[in-house]
């Protein structure tokens, strides 16, 4: 067995992940978290004692400073920690430096999300190719696991695809993965995760389309869908990690992601992309210093952490899946359904965060035990789906399975349309106020009042009407 567990990083998915892998402590061993600012690291250790979620106190819970992008620092604090597995759940900017130092010490190596470089967004698909597909002859040369893109999305509905292909389909036509967080913050405006990392992934739409990349703008391709556990919910094409390696692994003719962005979501993207505030380059001010306007707006947001107390809903995520088997046509939707309130009460995280931190916790332990340990590199649709799914049945990530009736009301249709229909479609009205911004979140559309009935009402109030009698008038 693999022992001792590294986790890199100490945001919102790196709590969860800390939490439960210290629930799971007799599997994974001592667990050190690790990060560039170690206080993050040590309110996460806080957190998990204040839960008593230690499982076995003989066990180490430590944390340690790391700059993640010092290949040779992480190489070293691996050495230190005696660390058989890294799971890396810090900024994507920092994935290859990571991976370096797993080539370097034997480490296991593990991730959430596709690698990115500061100076460039949305690159040319399969995106894989660009960094760490490069790499795997280099794992498998030297015995090394490394599996990628293990959280939910992309990392569960990967799972999703490969058991529907394994078990409920002899061959597959469409996959559509769908994510919706149908929950409430409180706030005017907050993103779930990094907003770094969040406004960087909808610069570009790359999907795959009868079998081909195809790239449409970001927000166009509009649909409502009436989803388990948050019901009817609009959603938008996106492109996505995952769609990069099961356009590789999974044998089918489209695959697409689709995401639920409320109306006051895709205004304010909107103003912001359209005022240059997303741009991911650096541009200089009449001082002369020279500022990232995302990086501005990350630092005006609220910490995603922040939101997690006063959160409400729920989310659905899921892969809809259409093809054949026995010569029948089939549909089903696998999905898993998380409730904000309850992620808090459990670990003091938000839905989002849970999601995506409890699934590479579970593959640790797969790796640990052997169940999971290819010894090479691979993306989780090419491992067997089920001893994950049925792991995460026990840790708090409980799968459904939903058949649905071809052609009914519950199947989804994911078909691009003439793009200029598609962007009528995707139009969207939204409230504003300059004088109560928080308009924008009431649960009602807020009725706009005529100046002219306005000043009605006032003279009405003003007037007392009285009838033929002399006696006031019943209003």
């Not at 190489?75 to 597995?85: A, G, V």
């Not at 948050?230 to 938008?236: A, H, L, N, R, T």
């Not at 840790?395 to 249709?413: A, C, H, Q, W, Y």
Request: glycine share 6%; hydrophobic share 40%.
């Amino acid at each position: 067995m693999k022992k001792n567990i590294l986790i890199i990083g100490a945001g919102g998915v790196a709590h969860v992940a800390a939490h439960k892998a210290a629930m799971n402590n007799n599997v994974l061993g001592d667990i050190c978290i690790a990060s560039r600012t170690q206080s993050k690291c040590d309110a996460i250790i806080d957190s998990i004692h204040r839960k008593n979620h230690i499982q076995n106190p003989e066990n180490r819970l430590y944390s340690k400073q790391i700059d993640a992008t010092d290949v040779d620092a992480t190489t070293q604090l691996i050495k230190e920690t005696n660390s058989d597995i890294v799971v890396n759940l810090g900024a994507a900017f920092i994935n290859m430096s990571v991976l370096e130092a797993c080539l370097n010490t034997g480490a296991a190596y593990l991730d959430t999300a596709i690698h990115e470089e500061p100076d460039k967004v949305c690159e040319t698909p399969p995106w894989y190719a660009n960094y760490e597909w490069k790499r795997k002859e280099r794992c498998t040369e030297k015995g090394i696991t490394a599996i990628l893109g293990a959280g939910f999305d992309p990392g569960v509905v990967n799972a999703y695809c490969a058991l529907a292909a394994k078990n409920y389909f002899d061959s597959i036509n469409t996959i559509d993965i769908i994510d919706v967080n149908a929950g409430s913050h409180g706030k005017y405006f907050a993103t779930n995760f990094d907003p770094e990392i969040n406004f960087r992934e909808f610069i570009k739409v790359w999907t795959w389309i009868d079998r081909q990349w195809q790239e449409y703008p970001t927000h166009a391709i509009k649909r409502i869908y009436n989803l388990p556990a948050v019901g009817k919910s609009p959603i938008y094409l996106n492109g996505h990690d995952e769609l990069h390696s099961l356009s590789k692994n999974i044998d089918a003719d489209s695959i697409r992601f689709w995401m639920g962005f409320g109306d006051h979501y895709i205004n304010v993207f909107t103003v912001l992309r359209t005022l240059g505030l997303l741009s991911h380059l650096p541009i200089q001010l009449t001082t002369g210093q020279q500022v990232v306007p995302l990086k501005v707006v990350k630092a005006l947001l609220p910490d995603p952490q922040t939101l997690a107390s006063e959160y409400t809903g729920k989310t659905c995520i899921g892969t809809f899946v259409k093809g054949l088997k026995d010569g029948k046509r089939r549909e089903i939707f696998i999905y898993q359904a998380s409730d904000h309130a309850a992620c808090f009460q459990e670990v003091e995280s938000q839905a989002i965060s849970y999601t995506a931190g409890v699934p590479p916790i579970a593959a640790a332990m797969l790796v640990a035990q052997g169940i999971w340990d290819p010894k090479t590199m691979v993306n989780v649709e090419e491992l067997d789906p089920e001893p994950l799914i049925n792991l995460l049945n026990l840790m708090g990530l409980p799968t459904e399975v939903k058949e649905i009736k071809p052609n009914s009301r519950e199947s989804f249709d994911g078909t691009v349309h003439d793009l200029e229909a598609e962007l009528a479609n995707s139009v969207v009205t939204v409230t504003a106020s300059a004088a109560n911004p928080m308009l924008a979140l009431a649960s009602k559309p807020v009725k706009a009042m005529t100046l002219k009935k306005a000043k009605k009402i006032k003279t009405d109030k003003k007037t007392k009407k009285f009838n033929k009698n002399g006696k006031k008038k019943k209003h």
